[in-house]
Structures are given as structure tokens and as C-alpha cells.
């Protein structure tokens, strides 16, 4: 037996993959630095610049003192919390509903789901209905209409089903409802599911745009996608703070709305991957 272990050949493929990577990830990095730099800039300036010519934070003060940047920034994370944690409920009850085999209709009612995901009303009959249930203009109207997934829900069943039925025969010998069999068992053992599930409702919520667009006429319910996008093509520049200069406000505003999912994703990175292998696996 050999006391060490042959390393790996690097080929040319190696090399030439590598590169091109490489490549890709400067494309992607070199614009995002440039906001970052912009962002702490109290001089506009156009072209690439590796440091701040003049250093300062007014661009993020501007953020988060004046009214009509931090109020749609409270609506997003209003709505991505609030969204989140419905959408997290109605996903782990129904795809806990679907896996009891002896239910009746359980079939009738998973192929309904299914369905749904193929086939639906379309835009304007489902603008029709939320109007009809006067959720427009409201934050409801975004919540609910992100909270109803049936991906989402599906992803939750099929890792459900990974769950040993021995687990389940064991606790209802021991007398457990099928409610304490859900809270005791079945969540505790979906912790993967439940981060890559709520980590993909919450991404959906805070980059929401189109749900906004068509349900919120009223400026005070637009959520931070909407506002960056009034600065960014400028319809709706905002007051700048201190030494700030509009640009430095737009590239702030910028930063803000990326920065939260830049810190989540590498902590969040192995739960989601785990989660979703599981609720793919299984059909």
C-alpha cells in the first residue's frame, strides 16, 4: 500500500477551464467593484476608478435618512419576512397534507396542484380576482400571491416523503397525532428544506418587481426594487445627504439591494443544495 497518494495530473483542459472561469468571474466582479467604489465616492465621475477619490458614507446616509428611499426599503423587508414565513407555513402543511397516503382525494388533489403548474388563468383574469377581492393596492396582494407556490410545496412533499415511514408507525404507536407527528418529527428532520426552500421564497420577495408593478399603484407601498428602479433611470432621483452627489445615492441604493443575499447565500450554501437534491430525487 502506498504511504502517499498520487496526486492529480493537471491537463491542459484543467488549465484552459480554468482560465475561462477566471474570465467569467472578472466580468461578473469588475462592475460590481465599480458600484462598490462609486458607492463611497462623493464626486461623480464617469470611467473606472480603483479607489474613492474623495471618501465618504453620505451615499448610504442618504439611504437610510430619507423618507423616500428608506420607506420602500421597509416594505421589503416587510414583505420578504412576513412573505417568507406564509409561504413556509402553507408549503410544509400541504406537503404534509400530500404525503398521507390514506387521505381521501389525495391523488385528486396532488394532480389538481400539478396542473396549476402547467396551466393557469393568466395575467389579467388573475389581476381580476385579486381586484375582486379588493387586495389591490395593498401589501396582501404581493404576499399572497408569492406565498401560493406549488414548486415550492412540491420540493417540501417529496422531502417529506424521504422521511422513514418507521419514524411514523413509531409515533403513532406511541399515540402522537398526526399534528404532534408534523411539529416533533417531521420539521426537526426538514431543517435542510426548510433553508433552501425559505432562502429561495426569500430571494423571490426581495427582488420582487413584477407583483409590485401590477397589484401597487400607490407609491407609499412600492417596495426598494421598484424606487432603485425610478433612480436608476432617473424618473425619481433622490435627495441627496450631506457631500453626496446622485450618483453616489444610485450606486448605494445599489449596493443595498444586493447586500443582504451576498451574506446569506455563503452560510445558507449547503442547506440549500442538501434541500433541493432531496426534494428533487423523489417525483
Avoid at 473606472?48 to 446616509?61: E, H, I, Q
Avoid at 421589503?76 to 382525494?105: C, D, H, K, R
Avoid at 422521511?163 to 420539521?187: H, M, R, Y
Wanted: proline share 4%; charged share 15%.
Amino acid at each position: 500500500m502506498e504511504a502517499t497518494k498520487k496526486k492529480k495530473k493537471i491537463t491542459l483542459f484543467d488549465i484552459v477551464l480554468g482560465l475561462i472561469i477566471g474570465v467569467i468571474c472578472l466580468l461578473i466582479l469588475i462592475p460590481v467593484y465599480k458600484v462598490i467604489i462609486d458607492s463611497f465616492d462623493l464626486q461623480s465621475a464617469y470611467g473606472m476608478r480603483l479607489l474613492p477619490k474623495k471618501f465618504g458614507l453620505d451615499g448610504y446616509r442618504s439611504v437610510f435618512t430619507n423618507e423616500s428611499l428608506y420607506r420602500p426599503l421597509v416594505v421589503s423587508f416587510i414583505t420578504t419576512g412576513l412573505g417568507t414565513l406564509i409561504g413556509l407555513t402553507l408549503s410544509t402543511l400541504g406537503g404534509y397534507v400530500l404525503i398521507q397516503w390514506e387521505m381521501p382525494g389525495r391523488t385528486f388533489f396532488a394532480n389538481f396542484l400539478l396542473f396549476t403548474m402547467i396551466f393557469n388563468g393568466g395575467m389579467i383574469p388573475t389581476y381580476l380576482v385579486v381586484n375582486g377581492l379588493g387586495l389591490t393596492n395593498t401589501i396582501w396582494s404581493v404576499i399572497l400571491m408569492g406565498a401560493l407556490n406549488v414548486y415550492h410545496l412540491v420540493l417540501m412533499r417529496n422531502f417529506f416523503e424521504s422521511v422513514p415511514q418507521s419514524l411514523f408507525d413509531a409515533a403513532a404507536i406511541d399515540g402522537c397525532t398526526p399534528l404532534k407527528i408534523f411539529t416533533s418529527i417531521v420539521l426537526p428532520l426538514s431543517k435542510a428544506a426548510l433553508a433552501s426552500i425559505g432562502l429561495m421564497y426569500a430571494v423571490n420577495y426581495w427582488n420582487d418587481y413584477t407583483n409590485f408593478k401590477l397589484y401597487i399603484t400607490d407609491s407609499n407601498f412600492y417596495n426598494f426594487q421598484m424606487k432603485l428602479r425610478s433612480i436608476i433611470l432617473g424618473s425619481d432621483l433622490p435627495t441627496a445627504t450631506g457631500s453626496a452627489t446622485e450618483n453616489t445615492v444610485k450606486n448605494a441604493a445599489t449596493i443595498v439591494a444586493i447586500i443582504p443575499f451576498t451574506f446569506i447565500y455563503p452560510f445558507a450554501q449547503k442547506y440549500f443544495v442538501k434541500g433541493v437534491n432531496a426534494g428533487a430525487v423523489k417525483g
